[in-house]
């Protein structure tokens, strides 16, 4: 088990990531953070599908060294858009928006 941080939004939940021969097997809200005790949002709750792996077992869908971040003046279908692109199409990890509504 590793201790590690969700990487989807600003908040910083804790996370609880168990291991099998260094592959992620399951995660879990660490119910010792201050922040979340425990608990996860959907994206949080989803976060071992960003490790993806190909036939040949090698990592896909997992660019970690471009961000994208939105903000209050693009409206839900642009957001939405952009969220789509950069996740799906480019394999960005590190994508949040501002707004909060």
Same mark, same amino acid.
């Given at each position: 088990m590793t201790h590690s941080v969700c990487p989807y939004c600003a908040i910083g939940c804790g996370l609880l990531v168990f291991t099998k021969g260094k592959r992620p097997i399951a995660i879990e809200g660490n119910p010792d953070s201050p922040v979340n005790q425990g608990r996860l949002? /959907?994206?949080?709750?989803?976060?071992?599908?960003?490790?993806?792996?190909? =036939?040949?077992?090698?990592?896909?869908n997992h660019l970690k060294t471009v961000a994208s971040l939105g903000g209050a003046t693009l409206d839900n279908? &642009?957001?939405?858009?952009?969220?789509?692109?950069?996740?799906?199409?480019? =394999?960005?990890? /590190?994508? &949040?928006?501002?707004?909060?509504?």
């Open positions: 949002c /959907p994206k949080g709750a989803n976060t071992l599908q960003l490790v993806d792996r190909n =036939g040949d077992d090698v990592a896909v279908e &642009e957001n939405y858009l952009l969220k789509k692109l950069f996740t799906g199409g480019l =394999g960005i990890l /590190p994508i &949040e928006n501002q707004a909060r509504l």
